[in-house]
């Protein structure tokens, strides 16, 4: 199976007076627009997630939505309270294993540092970290059921790699 692990887009700053529980803290005009600009590109060159795993935090809900939005071909949205930060990797791959039987492209969407340390740990000891941009995403090629360690990273990219601004 294809996992795609999206850290969420440009949000407001955290600390932001308009928003005292940062759970609630959106993106920003801007970073909506730049990742709609990231799907974009992916979307031309394939991407095409069948279902969308979010933390249940606004800005990752927003990123997931505008992922929702910009493929071609319809997908759900779940909220998991695994993606929320301290990321639960054992929940997340019982969750994944459990939509692999239905779908071949899933996406997590998440925050930093977690998504860094999921992707390395699906794809190496669990020791390492891999930096993330605001709104990048990553694909791992998994097996059945999926498991720590035996991914493989197909890319990692950013809005700049992608050229959108």
Same mark, same amino acid.
């Given at each position: ?16 007076? !308009? =928003? ?5 803290? @959106? ?5 909506? /627009?730049?990742? $709609? ?7 031309? !060159?394939?991407?095409?997630? %069948?279902?969308?795993? $979010? ?6 809900? %927003? ?21 929320? @930060? ?8 019982? =969750? $994944?294993?459990?939509?692999? %039987? !239905? ?51 197909? =890319?990692?990219?950013?809005? /700049? ?5």
């Amino acid at each position: 199976m294809l996992l795609y692990i999206i850290r969420h887009a440009w949000a407001y700053h955290y600390g932001d007076p !308009r =928003w005292p529980d940062d759970t609630q803290r @959106p993106l920003s005009e801007k970073g909506c /627009k730049r990742f $709609t600009g990231i799907v974009d590109c992916m979307v031309e !060159r394939g991407f095409a997630p %069948q279902i969308i795993a $979010t933390s249940p935090l606004v800005r990752c809900r %927003q990123t997931a939505d505008l992922v929702a939005e910009g493929i071609l071909e319809p997908a759900d949205v779940v909220e998991l309270d695994a993606l929320e @930060p301290g990321s639960d990797l054992e929940a997340l791959l019982a =969750w $994944t294993a459990e939509q692999a %039987q !239905r779908y071949a492209e899933v996406a997590w969407v998440g925050h930093a540092p977690d998504v860094g340390r999921l992707v390395a740990a699906l794809t190496g000891d669990g020791e390492g970290e891999i930096h993330f941009a605001k709104g990048g995403v990553a694909a791992v090629v998994l097996e059945d059921p999926p498991e720590p360690g035996q991914g493989e990273l197909r =890319w990692l990219v950013t809005a /700049k790699v992608l050229g959108v601004e």
